[in-house]
């Protein structure tokens, strides 16, 4: 059996408020990853996509420090993507050593033919709320992905 556990006031707050962002966190992830899914791609592989198709050839680390999703095998999930002919690895024109990934054909046609669903797509989902609520979230999430001082 479980104890009965009481918290401060304020304590009790922020672990429901913890928990409210954790699950409308998987609920949002949930939905975007099934529809992604139809595209072929998993959410990796379509986040790499996605960086690539907004901001052009970028290192390998520069696209990891943009994703939302964090991974441990790159170079196995950039393999996954090349044998899918989305990406191609060339040497940096300024240094041989650092690799830049970039979008080949297929892939800039993938991203042109997928980007604007995908984010219609998002803008369905989080509908539950107002633009002006979505602001106001917007606002508040960035307070605590502020890093304390």
Same mark, same amino acid.
């Given at each position: 059996? #479980? &104890?009965?556990?009481?918290? &401060?006031?304020?304590?009790? =707050?922020?672990? @429901?408020?913890?928990?409210?962002?954790?699950?409308?966190?998987?609920?949002?992830?949930?939905?975007?990853?099934?529809?992604?899914?139809?595209?072929?791609?998993?959410?990796? +592989?379509?986040?790499?996509?996605?960086? =690539? #198709?907004?901001?052009?050839?970028? @290192?390998?680390?520069?696209?990891?420090? &943009?994703?939302?999703?964090?991974? #441990?095998?790159?170079?196995? %999930?950039?393999?996954? %993507?090349?044998?899918?002919?989305?990406? !191609? !690895?060339?040497?940096? @024109?300024?240094? !041989? !050593? $650092?690799?830049? %990934?970039?979008?080949?054909?297929?892939?800039?046609?993938?991203?042109? +033919?997928?980007?604007?669903?995908?984010?219609?797509?998002?803008?369905?989902?989080?509908?539950?709320?107002? +633009?002006? $609520? +979505? &602001?106001?979230? =917007?606002?508040? =999430? #960035? @307070?605590?992905?502020?890093?304390?001082?």
């Amino acid at each position: 059996m #479980g &104890k009965d556990v009481t918290y &401060k006031p304020k304590t009790s =707050l922020a672990l @429901k408020t913890l928990y409210s962002i954790g699950l409308a966190n998987n609920t949002i992830s949930d939905s975007t990853h099934s529809y992604i899914k139809t595209t072929g791609l998993n959410p990796t +592989q379509y986040a790499i996509v996605d960086i =690539l #198709g907004h901001n052009g050839p970028m @290192k390998i680390s520069e696209i990891y420090n &943009k994703m939302l999703i964090k991974s #441990g095998n790159k170079t196995m %999930i950039l393999d996954s %993507i090349e044998k899918k002919g989305f990406i !191609r !690895r060339v040497f940096s @024109k300024s240094d !041989r !050593r $650092e690799i830049i %990934i970039e979008l080949t054909s297929a892939g800039q046609k993938f991203f042109t +033919q997928n980007y604007k669903a995908y984010g219609e797509f998002v803008e369905k989902t989080l509908s539950v709320l107002t +633009q002006a $609520e +979505q &602001k106001e979230l =917007l606002a508040l =999430l #960035g @307070k605590i992905n502020t890093p304390a001082e």
